[in-house]
């Protein structure tokens, strides 16, 4: 088989080379570690070696720009025939003679993979189950309940277990009918494609009596030897310093090993773990000193470990500031007075506040569209249409569901839409599709008592609407002090792309929409 | 309070957890009740046995060896005082050695008897009479342990004597009888042995040094033998009495046949049993359980401030687990999380050949279980080995039979003290067997012996056999 020589990864930052020139031409015959071209990036050029002797066929001509990772050109092994010619003579046997050896190796090894592959052909075949990939941004998922047992029976599609991720809880069918073998266990963190568990498939009623292997780590992939996630006395100490467990950290060392430096690196548990099974699990909780000074050491939530990193990483990574306002809440109250009873009788659900601050969203981001806008590299992405994300308080944490086209949506519909979203929120069974792409957010701080936050936005979007809790409070309204209910509101933004005239403008324009909602009706 | 930390007993556990503390930062305090720091280890144990045999081990080879080296000594003899002496130089070096490692870490060496007033109280009683109170934050007791005497025949320190008078020695015994073929009886059999001595050994149990590999006192027993040793296994002794300058021991064996042994010197070593006398553990109300005080895995006695390390609490008595406890709980005194792997703390036998082993014994494996397989490669195949004429010995290798990691090393032979560390460096980062193969040993040394070995577990496919 031709052996694909890629571009190697070059550098951090480099993401695309040029080709320089061929040193060789196309049909050539190769050595193995030859130079075959030159490599051109922004910041240097570099030399490609061939991976192995053979014939060159080049796939990209000199001059392409060629981004890392991507094929250019291929190798093909000599034949027997062909083999020699390209070689000094003197080398031949001895090149060929480890070849022999390897293949010698590689046939005392077969059997052993070959028996294993018969002992479970006996019981029928072994269906490895491994972390479906559940959404874009999802690369890990921690196994919140096992529903079976080690060794039971389970059917095609029978929901074998309960997986949530930082966004969604779902339910895992089993892939197949048979005997089920745990492998991850519950609150573990697995990495999408990481292995869950094995079910050896049995076709007729009988369970077959499955062989257990005495070391069950060895079986678990050709990656995960028995040695994997084994962290160095120098890092056991690191790690548990840090109330890290071994099976947090992804091991550089041979066979995985955790390293010191693995050790010493591993602050942040958001690294997706590599081996899929934890070894000897450390008791976790740490002694109680005399006296009533406990404290409590918990793993974080995957939700809670996300939320962690995406707020820090949006504080880090964004200009953000925030723009205030405050709105006279009384129009809003009188016509709410006035309409709710009739409202909820039509539509069957209650007129709450968030029907008119999101319609006075949208009728504001069409207004100023790059607070509905964020960036995408070097781009500025805008976005035509209304998908506003509404933060939701649930015990697991918060989560953001979107209301998707609210801007053509009626009042009715966006309350029932709100209503259904935090319901299924609350009950942990939104789905990724359900929090993923909304394009402003608003929060309400008000329903816990807030008078005034600073809300972070919600990335990638560019900015977030706070809105507080509505207080008498007097004002002027013509010379004249009166009590009035008002609210005050925050637009948090990210100021790389909305200017301090469009984030005030905006805040402006949904006051005046708030404070006469005559005028959302007429788009004034 | 007076210290942050006071440490009672100045041993190899001892001392370095007052030297680890005061690294950390903490005002440390450390109590001796004798003159010299160092405890058994370094007065009355590791330090001088090692020197004696060393000594005897250079006599042993201009005796028998030199001559087919190509070297003639005339006259040869033994000067008893002057390897004593020179014994008790090394001794003085090492103390002295501590006491100025003290000195540059700052820490309060107080000597006398320590004892518990309160759990943050300790007096101190001096030779001369004089008593001081200090108050301490933490305590960790490294009180060590003493040589167990037979119940039947208290050390009359004399004719029947421990490993501390077999160190004090005015004359080479004629005939010494050690019972006892554990580590301690081996080393000083060895010494006498060496220096001319007739020496018997009766031993309880079906094997020699019977904590470690069954294999390594199979090779121990053969190489005693040929060093001119009697070896009685499986024989109880039942009585010891001294007439004048003649001793007499029975023993019987499991048939109840009966022996009947005369000696000039009997060594009892048996074993060693932990020593807390003096401590006054009652004002503080720890108990003891078998002689020893129960620790958690924190090494925390049932008083929260009060830690125990060593030879007092449960597992091997060796210096270099003591050690490893002492950092750990000073450690854990500064808030780090350090961990001991127990598993890996090698033993050690300083016979000649030295016998060192580290991991899980085959009887343990067999017990357990465990699918294994086995590498053995002998010394005698060794072309270092032969160089020196140091070719009694092997190097045994436990392998998991799945996996191939390694699960236990075993080695007699020349050398084996110093080799085991790679061992237990392979262990801790839980190398396969075929690993240790693959990797370059120097030649010509003693642990290619190891590596083929290692070979030999892997595949059985050592190279030099």
Not at chain 2, 259 to 274: A, F, H, N, T
Not at chain 2, 336 to 344: A, D, E, G, M, S
Not at chain 2, 351 to 356: K, M, S
Not at chain 2, 378 to 391: E, F, I, N, V
Request: hydrophobic letters at 40%; glycine letters at 8%; proline letters at 5%.
């Amino acid at each position: 088989m031709a052996v694909q020589v890629k571009v190697p990864s070059v550098g951090e930052s480099i993401t695309e080379v040029t080709i320089g020139s061929w040193h060789r031409k196309d049909g050539d015959t190769v050595q193995m570690d030859e130079v075959i071209a030159d490599l051109e990036s922004d910041k240097a050029t570099f030399e490609l070696r061939a991976p192995e002797a053979g014939v060159l066929k080049i796939l990209k001509q000199e001059g392409e720009t060629v981004p890392v990772g991507e094929l250019i050109c291929e190798i093909e092994p000599s034949g027997a025939d062909g083999k020699s010619s390209g070689e000094p003579p003197k080398e031949t046997p001895k090149k060929e003679t480890p070849k022999k050896e390897e293949k010698a190796e590689a046939k005392a090894e077969s059997p052993q993979p070959a028996s294993a592959a018969e002992a479970q052909g006996k019981g029928g075949k072994v269906r490895e189950m491994r972390v479906p990939a559940v959404g874009e941004s999802i690369t890990e998922v921690t196994l919140s309940t096992w529903l079976k047992k080690d060794g039971d029976r389970v059917e095609l599609d029978e929901i074998i277990a309960e997986v949530e991720s930082d966004k969604a809880t779902f339910e895992l069918p089993a892939e197949a009918a048979g005997i089920l073998h745990i492998v991850a266990k519950e609150k573990e963190t697995i990495p999408v494609g990481g292995l869950i568990c094995t079910i050896d498939e049995v076709s007729d009623g009988a369970p077959a009596k499955v062989e257990k292997a005495p070391a069950p780590e060895a079986s678990a992939s050709e990656a995960h030897t028995y040695a994997a996630g084994h962290p160095s006395p120098a890092a056991a100490k690191i790690l548990e310093e840090k109330g890290l467990k071994a099976s947090d950290v992804k091991g550089t060392g041979r066979d995985g090993r955790i390293t010191k430096e693995d050790a010493m690196q591993a602050q942040q548990p958001s690294k997706p773990a590599e081996s899929g099974k934890a070894p000897a699990p450390q008791p976790a909780a740490v002694p109680a000193p005399a006296g009533a000074r406990n404290t409590r050491r918990e793993k974080m939530s995957s939700l809670r470990r996300t939320i962690a990193r995406r707020l820090v990483s949006v504080k880090n990574e964004t200009a953000m500031l925030t723009t205030f306002n405050e709105v006279d809440m009384k129009a809003i109250m009188d016509l709410r007075a006035q309409y709710k009873d009739k409202f909820k009788e039509k539509y069957g659900i209650g007129l709450g506040f968030m029907s008119f601050f999101t319609k006075a969203v949208c009728i504001a981001l069409k207004e100023w569209p790059a607070v509905n806008a964020q960036i995408d590299g070097d781009d500025i992405i805008y976005h035509d249409y209304c998908d506003i994300s509404i933060a939701v308080s649930t015990p697991r944490g918060l989560v953001v569901p979107v209301v998707r086209n609210a801007d053509l949506l009626s009042f009715d519909q966006i309350e029932s839409e709100i209503a259904r979203l935090a319901t299924k929120a609350r009950e942990g069974k939104l789905s990724i599709d359900e929090m993923q792409g909304g394009t402003f957010s608003i929060t309400n701080g008000g329903v816990f008592g807030s008078m005034l936050s600073t809300p972070i936005i919600n990335p990638p979007q560019s900015a977030i609407l706070g809105m507080h809790n509505i207080v008498e409070r007097p004002v002027v309204k013509n010379k004249e002090i009166v009590i009035r209910p008002v609210m005050y509101v925050a637009l948090s933004y990210d100021h790389r792309i909305i200017d301090g005239r469009e984030s005030v403008s905006f805040l402006y324009r949904v006051k005046e929409l708030l404070e006469d909602p005559g005028r959302l009706i007429l788009g004034v | 309070m007076d210290y942050n930390v006071t440490i009672i007993g100045s041993g190899p556990g001892g001392y370095v957890a007052a030297i680890r503390c005061a690294q950390l930062g903490f005002k440390t305090a450390l109590i001796e009740k004798y003159d010299t720091l160092g405890g058994t280890c370094l007065n009355v144990g590791c330090i001088p046995s090692k020197a004696m045999l060393d000594s005897s081990e250079h006599f042993a080879n201009a005796k028998e060896n030199f001559k087919a080296h190509g070297i003639n000594v005339q006259g040869l003899k033994v000067d008893f005082a002057a390897m004593v002496a020179r014994k008790a130089d090394v001794v003085k070096q090492n103390v002295d050695g501590i006491a100025f490692l003290m000195k540059k870490n700052k820490v309060d060496v107080h000597h006398g008897i320590g004892s518990f007033v309160d759990k943050s109280t300790i007096k101190i009683l001096a030779k001369d009479g004089s008593e001081k109170k200090i108050t301490t934050e933490y305590v960790i007791i490294a009180t060590g342990s003493k040589p167990t005497p037979l119940p039947f025949a208290p050390f009359d320190k004399k004719r029947i004597i421990s490993s501390t008078e077999a160190l004090e020695l005015k004359e080479i015994p004629k005939h010494l009888i050690v019972i006892g073929g554990g580590v301690i009886g081996m080393e000083l059999g060895s010494v006498y042995s060496r220096l001319g001595s007739k020496v018997t050994v009766v031993e309880f149990l079906d094997n020699l040094i019977p904590t470690m590999d069954g294999t390594l006192g199979k090779e121990l027993q053969k190489v005693a033998k040929k060093m001119g040793m009697d070896i009685y296994l499986g024989h109880k002794v039942t009585s010891v009495n001294v007439k004048g300058k003649e001793v007499t021991v029975t023993a019987e064996d499991k048939q109840g046949k009966a022996l009947e042994l005369k000696g000039d010197y009997c060594l009892v070593s048996i074993g060693r049993q932990p020593y807390t006398e003096g401590l006054n553990l009652s004002a503080v109300g720890i108990g003891l359980d078998k002689g020893r005080i129960p620790v958690d895995e924190h090494l925390r006695t049932s008083v929260d401030n009060i830690y125990a390390i060593g030879d007092v609490i449960r597992g091997p008595m060796l210096a270099h687990k003591a050690e490893e406890e002492g950092v750990f709980v000073a450690e854990r005194l500064a808030g780090q999380k350090p961990h001991i792997n127990y598993l890996l703390i090698p033993g050690v036998v300083y016979t000649w050949p030295e016998v060192a082993s580290v991991g899980y014994t085959e009887e343990q494996l067999k017990e357990s279980g465990r699918a294994y397989k086995t590498g053995k490669f002998p010394y005698k195949a060794l072309g270092r080995a032969r160089a020196s004429m140091d070719t009694d010995g092997l190097v045994k290798i436990l392998a998991d039979k799945n996996t191939d990691e390694i699960l236990g090393v075993h080695i007699i032979g020349a050398r084996a003290a110093d080799m085991i560390a790679a061992g237990v460096t392979a262990m801790e980062f839980r190398a396969a067997a075929e690993d240790v193969a693959r990797m370059s040993h120097a030649h010509p040394t003693y642990m290619e012996a190891v590596k083929e070995a290692c070979l030999a577990a892997t595949a059985n496919r050592p190279i030099h056999i």
